[in-house]
């Protein structure tokens, strides 16, 4: 973008403007959904925590008991009489309750079931998506509870995907002065050097993060965006064969009998298994390794229990599992997925979930990805603000064109309503009837239908009063949240904060944080007017130093 | 995590420091392209590189995770969080930076030591 101006080195200039055509364009076109996949993929960190918050019935349970499997089991039984598999995911610190999945046909969608970690006694919570919301859509736009259309939402993600690594790949030749501006942040000379700036930080500063969670997100389903590979080297009767792929993938041999998938026909019914030695044998192997899900199914040879390590408890996802027969409790085969090519596969999913981090380096990755999206942010708005100073260099007081008034529109209704849209989400499920029938849709109408009002906000005031309008009501929401859950729930600060429930407390006090926050920008936006634009629209100030390129402290920026 | 923030904090300020405005920034009438500044400059630069290349050895080395590979996932981390850190005092606070670089050097020595201590 910089670059447009400078004109001293011609032969250079082809590369990166062509870059820099590249990098505007894929920017401007995927751009909104590509915030609305950072800001969601951003919130997916904290998955569990969402889940639990918007179940306040789960609220003070117990820590779980070293029998919970076996008395979940008995209420599984007792709930879904004749079951032939399930998988059961046990409490760790972040889940409380015991969660049981189980489908009746092969292909059918999983029940699900919440137990006490003690008793094994069925918990009913609230009907919600929770933060499994924030999850779906991120990588496959889902936007209904049980949503169709999610192959085609991985499309689209995946090609948004793809977008997002082009623009970081050429913003890094767009960005001449990236590295000799590293550290350079001028908010005081306001307008397009500001947000030049502000995109040019928080791009380069925290650019490894973002080619890992790029790159590593469009490997996850390296299946689905490149099939060619697999399809060559694994011919199957009708077509690829991919079960046979990803089972050594997962580090099994083909055709090895499977606790996950089995074949079609109708399985017995699972008799009542002894778990106890089993769990215990796991324990024993892994060397107090904890235990993160056992999976049971019943095919032509008799029950089969699969216990899967957590997946926390190492970078590479992809946990170790021990394979069981269900009767006699006899360990048969110890699948652990290594090989050079597996475990890249592995240590990338895993960086991507970011499963092995810790309450500290959990904030870590969610301030990383919201610095993420505050850069796709800053693209956005820099690209109407350049375009807005150049007008109004020829012409002073040009209209808006209906390109720009379309993008500023955008801007303030898919950006801005974004947030605004994720607290009418959380309200929802405070305020909706609890009896409601369909509520988790009813949760995600609001969302959807905040977030196109703020787009009609936008549309009809594509100005900085829009952009106050959205931010001031997303920051009253936030402020909300807390006010709503005290009045509803007894989950609220008065109760999580003399206990030091930070579980519980976190997510209020982070809603009343971004409130606070939201609330600063608006009053910002209200009272500052922006500078006039002679002022702040020349270019960057390379004249600063004439020579400056060939002092020895800035030789990286002679590799920019 | 904490050691590999401070050694990178540290880096990160020598470099900056290295860097002909923030120089000026830091130490406000000093001609950043006078001979002793250049100079001056020129040992902030190859510090600030060593010393990231120290951090680093120090995660690969001295793992305080349970595995390697996670203790390299921290110092990126920390990498990319003291480089946030460094920016906004460049921005805010840029007469600081010289002594919040060594006090985070300084304090990185004690960190290792204790750490050392423990095993």
């Given at each position: 973008m910089t670059g447009s101006r400078t004109t001293h080195q011609p032969e250079q200039e082809g590369f990166r403007q062509a870059m820099s055509w590249l990098h505007t364009w894929s920017g401007l076109i995927l751009g909104w959904l590509l915030f609305a996949i950072f800001v969601t993929g951003t919130l997916s960190f904290f998955k569990s925590e969402f889940n639990l918050w918007m179940r306040p019935e789960l609220h003070g349970l117990p820590a779980s008991d070293s029998d919970v499997a076996q008395r979940a089991q008995v209420a599984l039984h007792e709930h879904a009489p004749g079951v032939s598999n399930f998988i059961m995911r046990l409490p760790d610190e972040r889940t409380p309750a015991v969660n049981v999945l189980w489908r009746d046909k092969p292909n059918s969608r999983f029940e699900t079931l919440l137990l006490h970690p003690q008793t094994g006694a069925a918990l009913q919570a609230r009907e919600t998506a929770g933060g499994e919301f924030f999850y779906r859509f991120h990588f496959?736009?889902?936007?209904?509870?049980?949503?169709?259309?999610t192959i085609q939402g991985r499309w689209i993600v995946g090609v948004a995907t793809l977008m997002m690594f082009i623009a970081l790949l050429t913003g890094v030749v767009t960005h001449r002065r990236i590295f000799k501006d590293f550290f350079t942040f001028r908010p005081r000379k306001g307008g397009q050097r500001a947000w030049l700036d502000a995109h040019n930080v928080s791009g380069v500063l925290v650019l490894p993060f973002y080619l890992m969670i790029t790159f590593s997100g469009l490997m996850i389903f390296h299946a689905m965006y490149m099939p060619a590979g697999i399809a060559a080297a694994y011919p199957g009767a009708r077509g690829t064969d991919t079960q046979s792929y990803f089972s050594e993938l997962q580090g099994d041999v083909p055709g090895a009998r499977s606790a996950r998938r089995g074949g079609n026909a109708q399985a017995e019914p699972l008799p009542m298994l002894d778990l106890a030695p089993m769990l215990s044998q796991a324990s024993l192997l892994w060397q107090g390794g904890r235990v993160g899900s056992i999976t049971v199914r019943s095919d032509s040879q008799g029950p089969l229990v699969e216990i899967t390590r957590h997946d926390g408890d190492r970078l590479q996802y992809g946990p170790a599992r021990l394979r069981f027969d269900g009767r006699s409790g006899q360990l048969q085969t110890q699948v652990d997925p290594q090989g050079p090519a597996i475990k890249t596969y592995g240590v990338l999913y895993g960086l991507h979930l970011g499963r092995f981090a810790d309450t500290g380096m959990r904030w870590v990755l969610f301030g990383f990805g919201v610095l993420g999206s505050l850069m796709i942010a800053s693209g956005l708005i820099l690209w109407s603000v350049k375009r807005r100073a150049q007008a109004l260099r020829k012409t002073p007081a040009a209209p808006l064109p209906f390109g720009e008034r379309l993008v500023a529109s955008f801007n303030i209704g898919l950006m801005g309503g974004l947030p605004l849209a994720i607290a009418a989400y959380l309200l929802a499920n405070r305020l909706l009837p609890l009896e409601m029938p369909g509520r988790p849709d009813a949760e995600l109408s609001c969302f959807f239908g905040i977030w196109i009002l703020a787009l009609l906000l936008g549309l009809i005031r594509p100005s900085r009063q829009g952009w106050a309008l959205v931010l001031g009501l997303a920051a009253l929401a936030y402020l909300l949240l807390p006010l709503v859950n005290a009045l509803t729930t007894s989950t609220h600060l008065g109760i999580s904060l003399p206990a030091l429930d930070w579980s519980w407390a976190g997510m209020d006090l982070s809603f009343a944080a971004t409130g606070l926050m939201l609330a600063a920008l608006t009053r910002h936006l209200l009272r500052h007017k922006p500078l006039p634009v002679a002022r702040h629209a020349g270019p960057a100030k390379s004249e600063r130093k004439p020579n400056a390129a060939r002092t020895p402290g800035d030789s990286t920026a002679q590799e920019a | 995590m904490l050691l590999d923030f401070l050694l990178c904090f540290a880096a990160w300020t020598a470099l900056a420091l290295a860097m002909d405005r923030h120089h000026e920034d830091a130490w406000p009438g000093v001609e950043s392209e006078a001979p002793a500044a250049a100079l001056l400059r020129q040992r902030l630069f190859k510090s600030g590189w060593a010393l990231l290349g120290l951090s680093l050895g120090i995660a690969l080395c001295f793992p305080a995770t349970s595995s390697v590979a996670l203790s390299a996932t921290a110092w990126t981390a920390a990498l990319c969080l003291s480089a946030l850190a460094a920016t906004a005092l460049a921005t805010w606070q840029a007469p600081r930076l010289p002594v919040l670089g060594l006090a985070a050097l300084g304090l990185a020595l004690l960190v290792f030591c204790f750490s050392r201590l423990g095993h």
């Amino acid at each position: 973008m910089t670059g447009s101006r400078t004109t001293h080195q011609p032969e250079q200039e082809g590369f990166r403007q062509a870059m820099s055509w590249l990098h505007t364009w894929s920017g401007l076109i995927l751009g909104w959904l590509l915030f609305a996949i950072f800001v969601t993929g951003t919130l997916s960190f904290f998955k569990s925590e969402f889940n639990l918050w918007m179940r306040p019935e789960l609220h003070g349970l117990p820590a779980s008991d070293s029998d919970v499997a076996q008395r979940a089991q008995v209420a599984l039984h007792e709930h879904a009489p004749g079951v032939s598999n399930f998988i059961m995911r046990l409490p760790d610190e972040r889940t409380p309750a015991v969660n049981v999945l189980w489908r009746d046909k092969p292909n059918s969608r999983f029940e699900t079931l919440l137990l006490h970690p003690q008793t094994g006694a069925a918990l009913q919570a609230r009907e919600t998506a929770g933060g499994e919301f924030f999850y779906r859509f991120h990588f496959e736009l889902r936007t209904a509870h049980k949503g169709r259309w999610t192959i085609q939402g991985r499309w689209i993600v995946g090609v948004a995907t793809l977008m997002m690594f082009i623009a970081l790949l050429t913003g890094v030749v767009t960005h001449r002065r990236i590295f000799k501006d590293f550290f350079t942040f001028r908010p005081r000379k306001g307008g397009q050097r500001a947000w030049l700036d502000a995109h040019n930080v928080s791009g380069v500063l925290v650019l490894p993060f973002y080619l890992m969670i790029t790159f590593s997100g469009l490997m996850i389903f390296h299946a689905m965006y490149m099939p060619a590979g697999i399809a060559a080297a694994y011919p199957g009767a009708r077509g690829t064969d991919t079960q046979s792929y990803f089972s050594e993938l997962q580090g099994d041999v083909p055709g090895a009998r499977s606790a996950r998938r089995g074949g079609n026909a109708q399985a017995e019914p699972l008799p009542m298994l002894d778990l106890a030695p089993m769990l215990s044998q796991a324990s024993l192997l892994w060397q107090g390794g904890r235990v993160g899900s056992i999976t049971v199914r019943s095919d032509s040879q008799g029950p089969l229990v699969e216990i899967t390590r957590h997946d926390g408890d190492r970078l590479q996802y992809g946990p170790a599992r021990l394979r069981f027969d269900g009767r006699s409790g006899q360990l048969q085969t110890q699948v652990d997925p290594q090989g050079p090519a597996i475990k890249t596969y592995g240590v990338l999913y895993g960086l991507h979930l970011g499963r092995f981090a810790d309450t500290g380096m959990r904030w870590v990755l969610f301030g990383f990805g919201v610095l993420g999206s505050l850069m796709i942010a800053s693209g956005l708005i820099l690209w109407s603000v350049k375009r807005r100073a150049q007008a109004l260099r020829k012409t002073p007081a040009a209209p808006l064109p209906f390109g720009e008034r379309l993008v500023a529109s955008f801007n303030i209704g898919l950006m801005g309503g974004l947030p605004l849209a994720i607290a009418a989400y959380l309200l929802a499920n405070r305020l909706l009837p609890l009896e409601m029938p369909g509520r988790p849709d009813a949760e995600l109408s609001c969302f959807f239908g905040i977030w196109i009002l703020a787009l009609l906000l936008g549309l009809i005031r594509p100005s900085r009063q829009g952009w106050a309008l959205v931010l001031g009501l997303a920051a009253l929401a936030y402020l909300l949240l807390p006010l709503v859950n005290a009045l509803t729930t007894s989950t609220h600060l008065g109760i999580s904060l003399p206990a030091l429930d930070w579980s519980w407390a976190g997510m209020d006090l982070s809603f009343a944080a971004t409130g606070l926050m939201l609330a600063a920008l608006t009053r910002h936006l209200l009272r500052h007017k922006p500078l006039p634009v002679a002022r702040h629209a020349g270019p960057a100030k390379s004249e600063r130093k004439p020579n400056a390129a060939r002092t020895p402290g800035d030789s990286t920026a002679q590799e920019a | 995590m904490l050691l590999d923030f401070l050694l990178c904090f540290a880096a990160w300020t020598a470099l900056a420091l290295a860097m002909d405005r923030h120089h000026e920034d830091a130490w406000p009438g000093v001609e950043s392209e006078a001979p002793a500044a250049a100079l001056l400059r020129q040992r902030l630069f190859k510090s600030g590189w060593a010393l990231l290349g120290l951090s680093l050895g120090i995660a690969l080395c001295f793992p305080a995770t349970s595995s390697v590979a996670l203790s390299a996932t921290a110092w990126t981390a920390a990498l990319c969080l003291s480089a946030l850190a460094a920016t906004a005092l460049a921005t805010w606070q840029a007469p600081r930076l010289p002594v919040l670089g060594l006090a985070a050097l300084g304090l990185a020595l004690l960190v290792f030591c204790f750490s050392r201590l423990g095993h």
